[in-house]
């Protein structure tokens, strides 16, 4: 009797107290990470001021630094949202950008810029690789990703006999070394900042105002649930993975574009660790289902931001190393709070 | 087979249906039938093969062997898409919603709404989503949360709704009140007289006889994933359609 009581009680009070908590939650959710971004840039601003005697971190060209160190990453992070969201994860994205780097650079001594195509097919055929094992033959994507990121890495060594390609004159070098202005003459944005920027306004495009969007929300959130309702799930694994490759191709040609030079054994080492600390750290669940891709362009700028800082503090790199790794940590640590927080009716 | 409740044919006749995952027998050569505004109740401990059955209906499974008729007419179910279009909706008790998603892209789901340019109609869907719940259940106002922070019965409306809204003739509901509340399941009940009213045939899969004597016009008993018969509600007891439950025995009435 009591217990009826207790359930009559309960449904009509849940609309109101957890409404508030669930507003605050979406809010921190969204904005999340923004006040650590906020607080992370005066703080280290601080520090520089303290240490040096002049802020160095809050200058226009350093600012520009930034941004264009947390483009590549900011790219295979937007990759790496669409796949998290559907509960996925692709651990290959690193070995993909070597390859497509790799095959990028040695196409444009031949063909020119034709190189910046060569790098997305590269990329887009290796995440449709992925794509098929996981929607076709049903591997779960750590396996065929984990694979993945080793054969490609192989490839991509095997690609440049092992050496690294140079190619000084890279006809295609202006997407890094050029600048897009934003008001003509004071504010200009580097290249490859504009790039991952675009990427990411598609990126939204593509995930809140497209039906395919809402699917792959669906297909994260509850894939029996997408199934039944006559989704196609292939369609939308094969479309995660396949963009998560193309954008790992991308960021083959950003990074080639940088160095005029790819190197099929260092390049992209970790990346895709640094890819998913972004979107973690941008507050996509790890789960699936749940996230957003601004989220994601926050989280690759605290890391750019956080990298460049502990460089401009003069803290050595085996300490960048450890305060990176406490940091992705720290990122799961705040996922896990978060989903407690939600899993509440 | 059974005599026309309506006097009209039936709407859905599964005809010997059998199913085997490896060498079980979930499903072994059952038939039934539903009529148009009829509430055919499917009960069976868990196990007996009773969801299984009408997944097949739903086009979740595959039968190994037997036929589906709708309106007397032969039908391939293939594919959820497939059961959709020939009007058959199911009501599942947890998984048919996202529940990172609200309710109106839940009540669209695998079927959104788009605009000229193909991109979604936001406006567009919310606006029938409103409509279509607010008809089933007034006092639902949180139409743009996720649909994890609704109540059970807030969910079971949106569930319902959707049915609804795309014109359902037959619908399966897979234990709908199992994660209700006692005025919730009340609510269910209502929607489910209302439903029979305007002539949608249901079938109301339970393991409780409860929840289901005052709703259905026939049951049908499953053990064992054999169909041990079906019954009218009006010429028997709870306690006969429980030996059909627990000893898997006909009553001793015709039917």
Redesign the interface.
Same mark, same amino acid.
């Given at each position: 009797m009591t217990e009826k009581g207790a359930l009559m009680a309960n449904t009509e009070p849940t609309g109101v107290v957890p409404l508030r908590r669930t507003r605050l939650k979406g809010w921190m959710r969204t904005v999340g990470m923004l006040p650590v971004l906020v607080i992370l840039c005066i703080l280290i601003q601080a520090g520089t001021l303290y240490f040096n005697g002049e802020g160095r971190f809050l200058s226009a060209q350093n600012l520009s630094i930034v941004l264009q160190q947390a483009a590549i990453n900011t790219v295979l992070g937007a990759g790496m949202t669409f796949v998290i969201l559907t509960g996925g994860i692709d651990l290959s994205v690193g070995s993909i950008l070597a390859a497509a780097a790799m095959t990028s650079v040695t196409a444009s001594l031949d063909y020119g810029s034709l190189g910046i195509p060569v790098a997305l097919l590269t990329g887009l055929l290796f995440g449709l690789l992925n794509g098929v094992l996981i929607a076709f033959v049903r591997l779960p994507p750590f396996i065929v990703t984990l694979g993945s990121m080793t054969a490609v890495r192989g490839i991509a060594r095997l690609w440049g006999n092992d050496t690294t390609v140079f190619n000084p004159e890279l006809p295609f070098a202006g997407i890094s070394s050029g600048s897009v202005p934003i008001v003509p003459g004071y504010v200009e944005l580097p290249g490859l900042a504009a790039i991952a920027l675009v990427v990411i306004g598609l990126s939204w495009f593509i995930l809140r105002r497209t039906v395919l969007g809402v699917r792959i929300y669906a297909v994260g959130g509850n894939p029996d649930a997408a199934r039944l309702s006559g989704i196609k799930v292939w369609v939308v694994l094969l479309f995660v993975y396949a963009a998560s490759g193309l954008l790992a191709g991308l960021g083959g040609a950003m990074s080639a574009a940088r160095l005029y030079a790819a190197n099929g054994l260092q390049l992209g080492q970790s990346y895709e660790l640094d890819a998913i600390a972004a979107v973690i750290l941008g507050g996509t669940s790890f789960v699936g289902g749940i996230g957003s891709i601004w989220g994601t362009l926050i989280g690759a700028l605290i890391i750019a931001v956080l990298s460049n800082g502990l460089i401009l503090l003069g803290v050595s790199d085996i300490w960048q190393l450890i305060v990176k790794g406490l940091v992705i940590i720290g990122a799961v640590a705040l996922d896990r709070y978060r989903l407690r927080g939600s899993a509440r009716t | 087979m059974t005599s026309s409740p309506m006097g009209v044919g039936p709407l859905v006749e599964m005809r010997n249906i059998s199913i085997h995952f490896g060498g079980i027998k979930a499903v072994d050569d059952v038939s039934i039938d539903l009529y148009p505004g009829e509430v055919v109740a499917l009960l069976g401990h868990n196990g007996a093969g009773k969801s299984t059955l009408v997944k097949v209906l %739903?086009g979740?499974y595959r039968a190994n062997s037997g036929q589906i008729l709708i309106d007397g007419r032969t039908v391939e179910i293939g594919?959820?898409?497939d059961a !959709?279009a020939l009007g058959i909706e /199911?009501i599942?008790q947890t998984?048919?919603?996202? #529940? =990172?998603?609200d309710a109106p $892209? =839940?009540l669209f @789901? &695998?079927? #959104?709404l *788009?605009t000229p340019w $193909? /991109? @979604?109609d936001d406006a567009a869907m919310e606006h029938a989503a409103r409509q279509a719940i607010l008809e089933l259940n007034p006092n639902f *106002?949180?139409i743009k #949360?996720p649909v !994890? =922070?609704l %109540?059970g $019965?807030q969910r079971q409306s949106v569930a319902i709704a959707r049915a609804l809204h795309f014109k359902a003739r037959i619908l399966i509901m897979d234990e709908p009140t199992a994660a209700l &509340?006692?005025? #919730?399941t009340r609510q269910v009940a209502d929607l489910i007289t209302r439903l029979k009213a305007k002539g949608i045939g249901i079938f109301l899969i339970s393991h409780d006889i409860h929840d289901v004597f005052s709703l259905a016009d026939r049951i049908s008993v499953m053990k064992n994933g054999k169909l041990v018969g079906t019954v009218r509600t009006q010429d028997v007891t709870q306690d006969d359609v429980l030996g059909m439950i627990i000893l898997g025995k006909r009553p001793k009435i015709a039917a």
């Open positions: - | %739903s979740a594919s959820p898409r !959709k /199911t599942y998984l048919a919603l996202a #529940e =990172n998603i $892209g =839940n @789901l &695998g079927r #959104e *788009t $193909g /991109t @979604l *106002t949180r #949360e !994890k =922070n %109540s $019965g &509340g006692p005025h #919730e």
